[in-house]
């Protein structure tokens, strides 16, 4: 499969290190602000980059508010509309070591772009009990969905062409703290 | 990298890093275990076969389980109560069976190559599920996933594999797992009980108890197979069991304080392992169980769940 990947190369830096933590920074107030304080809520990354912004998220409302919220990690390969599209699908498991239930859950990712993939984990969320309320918390929102699905944090709005991807590089995956616009070399 | 074959024959077949790659799968997927709604949907609208032409509890069992939680529609054939009655021949069977369009078919055969035989044969997944005294790969799984959890490495690793190795598809299957990732394992059993050139396996031989369990990490007491048995080749159970039944004394006496004692079941309680031993702290022989549905979840999921290429 997959014969032709595209190269991509970088267009244009959307954030810098500064910039992504003020939007982090903004993020963590405005769920304190919508949910009248910490209390009763947890946060949901979904893996890889997502799971590492829940836990920025979590210690800049420790700072804020001194609540330690509980972070868990979801795997939502088993939720996918396309499992069997890709090949083999690799599991890398969902570690949620607390009660979901009655919790504000707010789900957290990088990028948000068809709306597929958080809806893969709406389903996977509701399997594991019923929380009180889930919320979507989202670092770039890039706009093209294909599912009725609408963030309630938004780091940046960032309208995109459907060709280009965009990367989000995170200090302890990529060694830096940056987000860019791609787009394909050459066709 | 990626998981690429269509089915799941052997042992021998895989490469070191095709089971690790297996293995780490189901230990994922062990979370399922733990939940209240234990279902996730990513095989639905799968059908899967277990077809049986032995009796067997845990496997039959396991399979029906971990194809259940993964929301697959599984159907279960046992030769007992079916048209094989009537003298319809195992092919047959299992064009009949295929005919319906599965799209994983496991198989339990007791002629060795049952199992490639279908793979050759039917258009769908095959899982080889124990073929005669060839090998049984999902045992194998389960067995190094347990002793992973409970040891945290393989690399270096010592296992003697105790009792019917002649008759054993599970001591030839561990085997191959256990030499592809780096343990060195030592078989031993009555001479009658060990295949010739099994050194050709790699690994050494023993023919007493005391010697083989000495300094191991793992001991896999394997079950005498009776059923499989010609006359001869044990002169009684009793002199077999003095001889070669695990007690808790031979443990005290010759093993290591933090051995494990693994058994890929059903146990013959007295024969090869006493009660207190089968029970007793250093048994995994249920957490292997257990380990065994995560296996066969993982299975299903890298078989069932790569079809069809990338749009």
Redesign the interface.
């Given at each position: 499969?997959?014969s032709s990947v595209p190269r991509f190369r970088e267009k244009a830096q959307v954030l810098d290190e500064a910039a992504l933590d003020r939007a982090l920074t903004r993020i963590a107030h405005e769920i304190l602000e919508k949910n009248g304080g910490a209390s009763e809520v947890a946060f949901v990354g979904l893996r890889t980059r997502g799971v590492t912004l829940a836990h920025r998220l979590a210690a800049k409302i420790a700072q804020i508010d001194g609540a330690a919220l509980p972070v868990g990690t979801l795997?939502i390969?088993?939720?996918r509309d396309?499992?069997?599209?890709?090949?083999?699908?690799?599991?890398?498991?969902?570690?949620i070591p607390f009660s979901i239930k009655n919790k504000t859950v707010i789900l957290v990712d990088d990028v948000l772009f068809t709306g597929r993939t958080v809806r893969a984990a709406l389903?996977?969320i509701i399997?594991?009990?019923r929380p009180k309320a889930i919320q979507l918390a989202i670092l770039i929102d890039r706009g093209h969905r294909e599912l009725p699905i609408r963030p309630d944090y938004v780091g940046k709005n960032l309208p995109t062409s459907r060709r280009e991807s965009v990367a989000v590089r995170l200090r302890e995956h990529d060694g830096e703290d940056r987000v860019v616009i791609e787009e394909p070399e050459e066709a | 990298m990626g998981w690429t074959r269509k089915h799941l024959l052997t042992m021998r077949e895989l490469d070191a890093s095709e089971i690790v790659l297996l293995i780490d799968t189901a230990a994922s997927l062990q979370e399922i275990a733990t939940r209240e709604i234990k279902k996730v949907p990513a095989l639905r609208g799968k059908t899967i076969v277990n077809l049986f032409y032995e009796p067997s509890t845990r496997t039959r069992t396991s399979f029906e389980i971990a194809g259940k939680w993964l929301s697959a529609d599984v159907i279960n054939f046992s030769a007992g109560g079916s048209s094989t009655t009537k003298g319809e021949s195992f092919i047959d069977t299992a064009k009949t069976i295929a005919a319906m369009s599965p799209d994983v078919v496991i198989v339990r055969h007791s002629s060795a190559g049952a199992a490639e035989l279908l793979a050759r044969t039917l258009p769908c997944s095959i899982v080889n599920a124990g073929d005669g005294a060839h090998e049984h790969p999902t045992q194998a799984l389960l067995d190094l996933l347990t002793i992973r959890e409970k040891k945290a490495h393989f690399d270096g690793l010592h296992v003697a594999i105790v009792g019917d190795v002649a008759h054993s598809r599970v001591a030839r299957s561990d085997i191959h797992g256990m030499r592809k990732l780096g343990m060195t394992v030592t078989v031993a059993g009555p001479p009658t009980l060990i295949p010739p050139f099994v050194q050709e396996l790699g690994v050494k031989v023993s023919y007493r108890l005391e010697d083989a369990i000495r300094d191991v990490d793992v001991i896999m007491m394997l079950r005498l197979q009776h059923e499989r048995m010609t006359n001869g080749l044990i002169p009684s159970l009793r002199e077999y069991s003095r001889y070669w039944g695990l007690t808790l004394e031979k443990l005290a006496s010759h093993a290591r304080p933090d051995v494990l004692i693994m058994h890929p079941g059903p146990v013959n309680r007295g024969i090869e392992l006493s009660p207190e031993v089968a029970d007793g702290p250093y048994s995994v022989i249920l957490d292997q169980v257990t380990k065994g549905v995560a296996v066969r979840m993982g299975v299903l999921l890298l078989l069932a769940g790569s079809k069809g290429e990338a749009p």
């Open positions: 499969m997959a795997d390969t088993l939720y396309d499992l069997g599209l890709r090949g083999a699908p690799l599991i890398r498991g969902t570690d389903d996977a399997d594991l009990g | -």
